[in-house]
């Protein structure tokens, strides 16, 4: 558990499975994700620049956030996710709807 200020983050990791031997780890109150490739700068610098977007919303509406990094089961990618606290995932998510950014 990550606690920001007085705002208390849990960090509860679980693995989402695609196939038999395929997936990739999110965590519970995410509100955001994705990934990034090796090789492919175009996907990487849009991904960077759409985190970029949400984590400005989210302080400008004083949500403390946490961005994490995680494993998927392709070796040329690694997970990313956005995580608030539980109080928070239905206004940060309602904020992203009308930003466009989900």
Wanted: hydrophobic share 35%.
């Amino acid at each position: 558990m990550i606690k920001m200020g007085k705002t208390k983050i849990p960090l509860h990791k679980k693995w989402k499975r695609i196939d038999a031997w395929r997936g990739y780890y999110t965590y519970d109150n995410s509100i955001a994700g994705g990934a990034f490739l090796y090789g492919n700068d175009t996907h990487n610098e849009l991904e960077k620049e759409r985190i970029k977007k949400i984590k400005s919303l989210l302080r400008k509406n004083k949500i403390p956030y946490r961005f994490k990094i995680s494993k998927t089961s392709n070796v040329f990618s690694v997970g990313y996710d956005i995580i608030v606290a539980p109080k928070d995932v239905k206004k940060a998510k309602q904020l992203l709807r009308l930003a466009n950014l989900v």
